[in-house]
């Protein structure tokens, strides 16, 4: 996409009313939007880049929800409410949210990650877990230069590698 020359009347705030202060990128509208009862969710735009295989899934700290480019796993679905249609990207890209489920993946060391909201998002092409929905179930990632551990009430229940400046999730495949 070739740059933007000059800004345009229609990228003016409506709350600051400044040009190029863009209203997604404005708390004081995010904070307006949540009161009515809409969310933003956001991801790293690096991700949507390349194709990945599917069956691989990614940690990935920047990423404010779960993320799967299939549905391979969902045990359960439902349709988005009016304020999860949409994710942005960190690029500003705007993604459909397909349906929402919850996700069980086999670790390597036998654990079953249920991921509870996950967006089925097919136009991506990495799975992401975010590690902001981990964190508050008792979950913790310890990285490391070669990779991470993902410990569970303190006891290591998973692990994975950094490949290509992504920490990747080692999964039991049959």
């Known amino acids: 996409i070739p740059p933007i020359a000059k800004i345009k009347k229609e990228s003016t705030c409506f709350s600051y009313k400044k040009n190029g202060h863009m209203k997604k990128n404005c708390y004081k509208y995010k904070t307006w939007l949540g009161k009515k009862g809409y969310s933003f969710s956001f991801v790293s735009f690096e991700y949507n880049m390349i194709d990945i295989i599917h069956d691989t899934w990614w940690i990935d700290s920047g990423s404010t929800i779960h993320i799967s480019k299939t549905m391979k796993g969902f045990s359960s679905q439902r349709q988005p409410s009016k304020g999860e249609n949409f994710i ?3 690029n500003h ?5 397909v349906v929402i489920g919850t996700s069980r993946l086999v670790l390597e060391m036998g654990f079953v ?3 509870n909201n996950v967006f089925y998002i097919p136009e991506f092409s990495r799975n ?3 590690v902001s929905r981990l964190i508050p179930f008792g979950f913790t990632i310890n990285f ?3 990779g991470f551990d993902l410990l569970f009430k303190s006891t290591v229940v998973g692990n994975g590698v950094l490949n290509d400046s992504f920490f990747k999730i080692n999964l039991y495949f049959i």
Request: proline share 0%; glycine share 6%.
């Open 93 to 97: 890209m705007c993604s459909l949210v």
């Open 128 to 130: 992401l877990i975010s």
């Open 88 to 90: 942005y990207s960190g």
């Open 113 to 115: 990650l249920e991921l």
């Open 144 to 146: 490391n230069t070669s």
